[in-house]
């Protein structure tokens, strides 16, 4: 069943970016431009210090009527009462996470570029997946390539939203949404420009003008 608000630009915040204040006033320029989720990635700060930043990032969402998914860190996601959790292939297996997370969380997972495992992913009941990278990224220059007619299929055969994600701009976003994206997860395209709020608001155009 689709959740109305997975759906548009979906943005992921920089890992690199360490000054809390300055990703929570970045999270909040993006947020204006109407980005509609937020994803918290963070592997390297303290638990105690990444849980202050993400309920306040929860605040900022609940005030902007978007949601927040932490990457990875299903008990991150519970103690800051996040809006769900996004799993790749190494982490918690999805019923661990929907049995700890309770049954209205959203739980995102990795595909890559295989099909079967957003197959199977939706079969356990996860809310939405993700395919990528398809484009180079300098987030993740090793990730494997994903094809646009994976994501084709998907959209095609799984009734589940659908995240594309990888060296995303816009000169190739319309590109994946009319292949069948619900949403674009990006970092470096929103949060490494000088007018965040600008750079959403032109990704979040695509969803409003289809």
């Known amino acids: 069943m689709y959740n109305h608000k997975l759906t548009g630009l979906y943005a ?3 890992a690199a970016q360490n ?7 970045d999270v909040e320029q993006a947020l204006l431009g109407g980005a509609r989720i937020i994803q918290y990635r963070d592997k ?3 638990h105690d210090q990444r849980c202050d930043t993400a309920k306040q990032l929860r605040k900022l969402t609940r005030q902007y009527d978007a949601l927040l998914i932490i990457n990875d860190d299903v008990n ?4 800051s009462h996040a809006d769900g959790v996004h799993l790749g292939c190494d982490d918690m297996p999805i019923s661990a996470a929907r049995a700890q997370l309770g049954s209205d969380a959203i739980i995102g997972v990795s ?7 957003a197959k199977q992913a939706a079969s356990n009941g996860v809310d939405y997946i993700a395919f990528g990278r398809f484009f180079p990224s300098c987030t993740k220059p090793d990730a494997i390539q994903a094809s646009i007619e994976t994501l084709k299929m998907a959209k095609h055969e799984l009734d589940i939203p659908v995240v594309a994600i990888g060296g995303i701009t816009t000169e190739n976003a319309a590109t994946l949404i009319n292949a069948g994206a619900d949403m674009l997860a990006i970092v470096n395209d929103v949060f490494s420009q000088a007018d965040i709020k600008a750079a959403a608001q032109h990704y979040q155009k695509f969803f409003t003008e289809r």
């Open 19 to 25: 000054d809390q204040q300055q990703l929570i006033t």
């Open 76 to 79: 991150l996601a519970s103690d």
């Open 12 to 14: 992921i915040t920089d």
């Open 44 to 46: 390297t700060t303290q």
């Open 111 to 117: 595909c890559y570029n295989d099909f079967s495992l």
